[in-house]
C-alpha cells in the first residue's frame, strides 16, 4: 500500500491543528452559552464536526510519521533505542 505525503494533503491556507482546536472551543462555548439560536448552532455544530474531522486526519497524519520514523530508526540498529 502506498503511503500518504502528510505534505500533500495539506491545504496551503488551512489554519494550524492548534486554531483549528481553539476554534472548535470557541463553537462549544457559544453552543452551551445560547449566544446562538437552534439554526446558527447546528450551523456551527456541523461546521466544528468538519474542523475536529481535519483535525483527526492531521492527528493520524502525524502518527504514521511517527511509526515510519521509529521504524526507520530500528532498522537502522541505533544504539539508544535498545
Known sequence: ????????????DAP?????????ESIIEAIESGEVGLEK??????RG???L??????LASAEQRIESLSKDLKESGDPDDE
Open 49 to 51: 464536526a468538519k474542523i
Open 53 to 58: 474531522k481535519r483535525c483527526r486526519e492531521i
Open 41 to 46: 448552532s447546528l450551523a456551527e455544530y456541523e
Open 1 to 12: 500500500m502506498a503511503k500518504r505525503d502528510p505534505h500533500k494533503d495539506a491545504q496551503p
Open 16 to 24: 494550524s491543528f492548534e486554531r483549528s482546536l481553539e476554534e472548535v
